[in-house]
């Protein structure tokens, strides 16, 4: 048991940096604006599906490979600038304040409008851009050969966790967000852009499921269903952190990645159940999560 | 008046089924149903299947169609889940220019379509499925399986494994999580269990079809240090794997063991030595294909039109209309040079033997199979850019086979390691 310890701990974190990209922005969003967004795991497979698109034609271009780096996040920044404020503006703000069923329904039906879109564009065969992994190599760990971009992987997820807390704690729109959550009424009556807010909000939700993808492109084929897989993920994640939690997004990643590689490793049977009955667990004992609280509301 | 309607009813009921049973006139154009996958992940191992249909309908229309009439394929897509696929093979079934469906992929949609089959009496060639689940327990009398099953295929590979590499001690398993993946380990084990007892299997791993993600499945394959790492994963699951194993070192760590390997070696550097095959005799390049001139030419067009050449899928396909072909002659035949009923073309099917492009399909009593297996090992090739398979075998499909009647399972159980040298040794076939 032991001896696998470091490799136990080396997948969780590597399954667990790609899990919070996507979960980490469907908590954002839901905190700002209350929507728990059924789409954002579409967001994910289009940063991936661009992404492998654009390393493609940068390697049959014959540019330089190390290019394929910032060709990611180039993909995740074009994904949320185009879809961020067109989805927000024309279809999620006619959900806000209207009942939990509805907006459910509207943001499923945006999946599935996206899901077929996709298939449409990008065809119904695997994509695969390798190039980063390549680039980077491998390195030895508890004799077992990881990829070094599974390592930057983890670093770039510690990133994305300290650049949210930096932003909402330490800048201008951090605390516009933080205001509009506590309150958007007395928000707009101390004169703040709620609007605005809402469509910055959503855009960085979807930048940062897109950027889950993009970074997932070179250890991952990318094909229909990919959303999909990835988005139940990130529910039960967003569930076991509570939702509109960054950090609990964060710690509920580690948690479900632990899971399911404790099952593939010692119960392969239940690989596919395990973070979802670790989800049961936690909601038997904090229905709002590890970190999630209680809030009153008017009846 | 109840009696009249009874009556009345009861002739109408045998005046359909007699016009049934009735020699047809001669159609203008003959429709094939053909399901498979075209979209979904299983869609890299379908497609080529259906192109291989298409090129098959253009060659036999182009050599005057079958006696002369010529054919149409309707493709099918099986990811619509099983019960759109029984919704469009009753829809299908229910034309009458349908005589024969090509069908299916899928062995959970095979098993489902068995007893629709049986209720429409629709002849239906099982071009890939090969669950051996399908002929056990009943007697089909509608459904015909040239294609082979799960147990010849997979004692197929333990044996060669074991003939190449005879010191082996600890096999990890990884199949896809549904009824193919966990009847290949059942197999695998028995045959284990029967040529060396003293094998461990020291991981076995069922990965969701579709899954995108196997890095953590490799770190545990990497871990468990196993001799040897068998896998009947297929399509992009099959690709996902490889690809995201091979820069971490697992093929080469263990001797890998890739069932549907064939599929994927013009699409990816394999390492030489990874032992592959293609479930029957269905590779165009072994030494039967290549001095087969139809074959080659078969080939040569499908690479020209499609970009690649084909693949196993693509041949299975294409012997599966070879058999369709040369039932639907011989019913004509046996009819005195009229047109078949479905009945008349499901007799004809029934232990046909027939030359395909790849070998020989035939029949036993209960429409299965006895198909050859072929397996190698990757290696380099002088004539083209990616790796072939050398190092072949040929087994003979029947000695792989349970006999008729007799648990296929249990059947394995009954060999020894003695039954290893009544096979041919591997790099025989050349």
Request: proline share 5%.
């Amino acid at each position: 048991m032991l001896d696998m310890a470091l490799p136990l701990i080396m997948d969780a974190l590597a399954n667990a940096a790609l899990i919070f990209f996507v979960a980490v922005g469907l908590t954002l969003v839901f905190s700002v604006q209350r929507i728990l967004n059924v789409a954002h795991g579409s967001f994910y497979s289009i940063g991936a599906y661009i992404a492998a698109s654009m390393g493609l034609w940068l390697i049959s271009a014959g540019l330089n490979p190390w290019l394929s780096f910032p060709a990611l996040l180039l993909s995740a920044a074009l994904v949320a600038m185009v879809l961020g404020p067109l989805v927000e503006r024309t279809l999620i703000r006619w959900t806000y304040g209207r009942h939990e069923a509805i907006q459910i329904l509207v943001t499923f039906g945006l999946f599935l409008i996206l899901e077929d879109l996709q298939r449409l564009v990008f065809g119904v065969r695997s994509i695969y851009q390798d190039t980063p992994m390549a680039l980077l190599g491998v390195s030895e760990i508890g004799g077992i050969f990881y990829l070094n971009y599974q390592l930057l992987l983890i670093v770039l997820a510690l990133a994305v966790l300290f650049g949210m807390r930096f932003l909402i704690k330490h800048t201008r729109l951090g605390r516009l967000l933080v205001a509009v959550v506590a309150d958007r009424e007395v928000s707009l009556a101390m004169g703040i852009n709620t609007d605005r807010a809402f469509v910055l909000a959503f855009t960085l939700g979807v930048f940062l499921a897109a950027l889950g993808g993009a970074l997932a492109t070179p250890t991952t084929g990318v094909a229909p269903g990919l959303g999909a897989e990835t988005m139940v993920l990130a529910f039960a994640v967003a569930a076991i952190g509570g939702l509109g939690q960054i950090e609990g997004a964060a710690v509920a990643s580690i948690i479900v990645a632990g899971a399911k590689v404790l099952a593939v490793y010692y119960a392969p049977a239940f690989d596919t159940v395990a973070p979802f009955l670790v989800m049961l667990a936690v909601l038997l004992v904090r229905p709002n999560g590890l970190f999630g609280t209680a809030t009153t509301r008017k009846i | 008046m109840k009696h009249i309607v009874r009556t009345a009813g009861t002739l109408m009921a045998s005046l359909v089924l007699a016009t049934q049973a009735m020699a047809q006139d001669k159609p203008e154009q003959i429709d094939v149903g053909v399901f498979t996958f075209t979209s979904g992940a299983p869609a890299a191992y379908g497609q080529p299947g259906a192109q291989g249909a298409e090129l098959m309908v253009d060659l036999i229309n182009a050599a005057g169609g079958i006696d002369g009439v010529p054919l149409r394929a309707t493709i099918v897509d099986e990811a619509q889940g099983a019960e759109g696929v029984i919704a469009e093979y009753r829809r299908l079934a229910g034309e009458t220019s349908y005589q024969v469906m090509i069908a299916a992929l899928s062995s959970s949609n095979c098993l489902a379509l068995a007893p629709v089959a049986e209720q429409m009496q629709m002849p239906t060639i099982s071009w890939n499925c090969d669950t051996h689940q399908l002929f056990l327990n009943q007697q089909l009398d509608y459904t015909f399986r040239p294609n082979g099953n799960t147990i010849p295929e997979f004692v197929a590979y333990v044996a060669y494994l074991l003939q190449v590499n005879p010191d082996i001690e600890r096999v990890a398993i990884i199949n896809p999580d549904y009824a193919f993946g966990h009847d290949a380990a059942e197999i695998v084990k028995a045959a284990f269990r029967a040529f060396k007892p003293d094998v461990e299997i020291v991981a076995e791993l069922f990965p969701s079809l579709g899954a995108s993600s196997y890095q953590t499945e490799v770190s545990r394959l990497s871990a468990a240090r196993p001799d040897a790492i068998f896998s009947n994963l297929w399509g992009a699951d099959l690709e996902n794997f490889v690809r995201q194993a091979q820069p971490r070192g697992l093929l080469t760590q263990s001797q890998t063991v890739l069932a549907l390997g064939e599929t994927i070696l013009q699409r990816i550097d394999l390492p030489d030595g990874v032992i592959v095959g293609m479930l029957g005799d269905g590779y165009w390049l072994t030494p039967d294909a290549q001095a087969n001139e139809d074959t080659v030419a078969f080939a040569e067009e499908y690479a020209t039109r499609f970009g690649e050449y084909p693949v196993f899928p693509t041949m299975k396909m294409a012997n599966s209309f070879m058999v369709m072909k040369a039932a639907y002659e011989a019913a004509i035949e046996a009819n005195d040079g009229e047109w078949p009923s479905r009945d008349e073309i499901a007799a004809a099917l029934g232990g046909i033997e027939t030359a395909t492009f790849t070998g020989t399909a035939r029949l036993r009593e209960d429409n299965d199979g006895y198909v050859d297996q072929v397996i190698g090992v990757t290696g380099p090739s002088d004539t083209y850019d990616f790796s072939v398979i050398t190092n072949m075998v040929r087994y003979d499909g029947e000695a792989l086979m349970a006999p008729l009647g007799e648990d296929p399972i249990a059947w394995i159980e009954t060999l020894t390691p003695e039954f290893l040298e009544t096979l041919p040794e591997p790099g025989s076939y050349k």
